[in-house]
């Protein structure tokens, strides 16, 4: 009987966006104005795809990408909050659900040995090419229309529980952890003993409050925090029970 966390990445995790973040890398450690303006809401993977071409035309290379993503910092409480679920990880499945990308989360948990913690990244793949360029991809196709194109959290959640189901993993509880706008429909999977965890500010919890306000169904049960150290609190609290 184990619960099961899903966190997000990007200002869950570590406390920034990894995508924004590598522009510290450009020239000038901005980018030039028509490719700012190229993004497309929906379309972020495109949009990055388009900035890791600019740096590796730029002369970026990968050991300078690894130096600044592995320098970001983790969010407050983090590293105690993952040394806290190593101690009892026989009580835990962890997975992160990240529209980041593969090359970033690998380095950054690399980094920090906490590669152990997690049974599964779900990510866009990305790779360096021959040309030393890092190229991104789209995680998945999907039908849903309230996420952007390449990835919707939902999806990739209900097949992680299907599957674990179908190998006699039943999970007692779902934490979901996150921040984001992306993070409400993965969200709306939750049900009645199920935990939402959205950070406290952040657009995650400013959806679920008005949610809330509407009188929208809510099974789950909405614990806001700030620092990891407010998640242990809680899963301590669950796994006394």
Not at 13 to 40: G, H, M
Not at 114 to 134: M, Q, R
Not at 188 to 195: I, S
């Amino acid at each position: 009987m184990k619960i099961l966390l899903v966190f997000d990445f990007d200002n869950t995790i570590i406390d920034d966006n990894s995508d924004t973040w590598i522009v510290q890398c450009a020239p000038n450690k901005k980018l030039p104005i028509e490719l700012r303006d190229s993004y497309r809401k929906g379309f972020w993977t495109e949009f990055m795809g388009r900035v890791f071409k600019y740096l590796g035309d730029k002369g970026v290379r990968e050991h300078e990408m690894k130096r600044a993503v592995t320098s970001l910092p983790f969010t407050p409480g983090m590293v105690e909050l993952f040394n806290f679920i190593r101690k009892n990880k026989d009580k835990f499945d962890c997975i992160i659900i990240s529209d980041s990308n593969s090359v970033f989360i690998d380095w950054v948990l690399e980094a920090a040995s906490f590669h152990d913690i997690f049974d599964k990244v779900f990510t866009n793949p990305a790779a360096f090419n021959s040309n030393g360029h890092l190229t991104v991809e789209n995680y998945h196709t999907h039908s849903c229309n309230r996420c952007p194109k390449n990835l919707c959290k939902k999806v990739v959640l209900i097949e992680f529980v299907d599957k674990q189901l179908q190998q006699g993993v039943n999970y007692t509880q779902i934490v979901y952890i996150g921040d984001g706008g992306n993070d409400v429909c993965p969200v709306t999977f939750l049900k009645n003993d199920d935990v939402a965890m959205p950070r406290k500010g952040y657009t995650l919890q400013k959806t679920l409050s008005r949610m809330s306000q509407n009188l929208e169904p809510m099974e789950y049960s909405v614990v806001v925090w700030s620092s990891g150290v407010d998640i242990i609190s809680h899963l301590q609290f669950l796994i006394k029970d």
